[in-house]
Protein backbone atom coordinates (compact mmCIF):
# COMPACT_ATOMS: atom_id res chain seq x y z
CA UNK A 1 0.00 0.00 0.00
CA UNK A 2 1.61 3.01 -1.01
CA UNK A 3 -1.42 5.54 -0.98
CA UNK A 4 -1.58 6.94 2.72
CA UNK A 5 -5.65 6.55 3.66
CA UNK A 6 -7.22 9.11 5.75
CA UNK A 7 -9.49 8.77 8.50
CA UNK A 8 -11.43 11.22 11.12
CA UNK A 9 -13.07 13.65 9.73
CA UNK A 10 -16.37 15.08 9.73
CA UNK A 11 -18.85 17.56 11.37
CA UNK A 12 -18.48 19.42 14.47
CA UNK A 13 -19.62 22.99 15.71
CA UNK A 14 -17.28 26.05 15.57
CA UNK A 15 -15.16 25.81 18.94
CA UNK A 16 -14.97 21.55 18.57
CA UNK A 17 -12.05 19.09 18.31
CA UNK A 18 -11.63 16.49 15.89
CA UNK A 19 -8.66 14.10 15.34
CA UNK A 20 -7.64 13.30 11.73
CA UNK A 21 -5.47 9.83 11.22
CA UNK A 22 -3.58 8.64 8.26
CA UNK A 23 -1.70 4.91 7.74
CA UNK A 24 1.22 4.90 5.47
CA UNK A 25 2.68 1.53 5.29
CA UNK A 26 4.95 -0.47 3.62
CA UNK A 27 7.63 2.41 2.72
CA UNK A 28 9.80 4.71 4.41
CA UNK A 29 8.89 8.36 3.99
CA UNK A 30 11.33 11.62 4.99
CA UNK A 31 8.65 13.94 5.46
CA UNK A 32 4.38 13.34 5.90
CA UNK A 33 2.33 16.54 5.88
CA UNK A 34 -1.47 17.41 5.72
CA UNK A 35 -3.16 19.61 3.61
CA UNK A 36 -6.25 21.17 3.01
CA UNK A 37 -8.65 22.67 0.08
CA UNK A 38 -11.72 24.37 0.26
CA UNK A 39 -14.27 24.94 -2.80
CA UNK A 40 -12.57 27.14 -5.23
CA UNK A 41 -9.30 27.80 -3.25
CA UNK A 42 -6.27 26.29 -3.43
CA UNK A 43 -4.40 23.18 -1.60
CA UNK A 44 -2.62 24.66 1.15
CA UNK A 45 0.22 23.20 3.43
CA UNK A 46 -1.79 22.94 7.30
CA UNK A 47 1.14 20.60 8.86
CA UNK A 48 3.84 18.68 8.48
CA UNK A 49 6.56 16.70 10.37
CA UNK A 50 9.92 15.02 9.36
CA UNK A 51 11.62 11.49 10.33
CA UNK A 52 12.79 13.48 13.47
CA UNK A 53 9.76 14.90 14.61
CA UNK A 54 10.38 18.61 13.34
CA UNK A 55 7.34 19.87 12.78
CA UNK A 56 6.07 23.39 10.58
CA UNK A 57 2.75 25.00 10.53
CA UNK A 58 0.23 27.41 8.93
CA UNK A 59 0.30 30.10 10.74
CA UNK A 60 -3.50 30.61 10.80
CA UNK A 61 -3.38 26.93 13.04
CA UNK A 62 -0.68 27.31 15.17
CA UNK A 63 -1.65 27.05 18.95
CA UNK A 64 -4.92 24.82 17.42
CA UNK A 65 -3.72 21.94 15.65
CA UNK A 66 -0.96 19.17 16.65
CA UNK A 67 0.57 16.93 14.16
CA UNK A 68 2.48 13.73 15.13
CA UNK A 69 3.34 10.62 14.24
CA UNK A 70 3.63 6.83 15.60
CA UNK A 71 6.14 5.02 13.92
CA UNK A 72 5.38 1.68 15.09
CA UNK A 73 1.70 1.82 13.71
CA UNK A 74 2.82 3.67 10.41
CA UNK A 75 0.21 6.28 11.57
CA UNK A 76 0.28 10.05 11.12
CA UNK A 77 -2.17 11.95 13.07
CA UNK A 78 -3.52 16.02 13.28
CA UNK A 79 -5.38 16.81 16.43
CA UNK A 80 -7.04 19.73 15.73
CA UNK A 81 -9.11 22.17 18.24
CA UNK A 82 -10.96 24.80 18.56
CA UNK A 83 -12.10 24.82 14.92
CA UNK A 84 -13.11 27.63 12.93
CA UNK A 85 -15.62 28.09 10.46
CA UNK A 86 -12.62 28.56 8.23
CA UNK A 87 -11.10 25.61 8.69
CA UNK A 88 -13.77 23.65 6.57
CA UNK A 89 -11.95 21.83 4.06
CA UNK A 90 -11.06 18.12 2.30
CA UNK A 91 -7.97 17.07 4.24
CA UNK A 92 -5.37 15.17 2.77
CA UNK A 93 -2.30 12.71 3.91
CA UNK A 94 0.54 13.81 2.05
CA UNK A 95 3.91 11.79 1.68
CA UNK A 96 7.57 12.80 0.61
CA UNK A 97 9.90 9.55 0.00
CA UNK A 98 13.98 9.25 -0.12
CA UNK A 99 15.11 12.80 -0.18
CA UNK A 100 15.03 15.50 2.21
CA UNK A 101 13.97 18.87 1.39
CA UNK A 102 14.32 22.55 3.19
CA UNK A 103 12.26 23.11 5.90
CA UNK A 104 10.94 26.26 3.90
CA UNK A 105 9.45 23.54 1.77
CA UNK A 106 7.20 21.47 4.34
CA UNK A 107 4.17 22.93 3.29
CA UNK A 108 4.45 23.26 -0.38
CA UNK A 109 2.29 19.97 -1.72
CA UNK A 110 4.70 20.21 -4.99
CA UNK A 111 7.48 18.63 -2.95
CA UNK A 112 5.00 15.43 -1.87
CA UNK A 113 5.06 12.07 -3.88
CA UNK A 114 2.21 10.18 -2.59
CA UNK A 115 -1.06 11.52 -1.74
CA UNK A 116 -4.30 10.35 0.30
CA UNK A 117 -8.15 10.66 -1.23
CA UNK A 118 -8.99 13.29 1.74
CA UNK A 119 -11.55 13.53 4.32
CA UNK A 120 -14.19 15.79 4.60
CA UNK A 121 -14.11 18.10 7.76
CA UNK A 122 -17.19 20.83 8.16
CA UNK A 123 -17.48 23.18 10.66
CA UNK A 124 -20.35 24.78 11.69
CA UNK A 125 -21.82 27.84 13.78
Known amino acids: QEQPVESGGGSVQSGGSLRLSCTASGYSRYLMGWFRQAPGKEREGVAAINTYGNTKYLDSVKGRFTISQDNAKNTLYLQMDSLKLEDTAMYYC?????????????????????WGQGTQVTVSS
Open 94 to 114: AARRYSAVSESDYLDPMKYNY
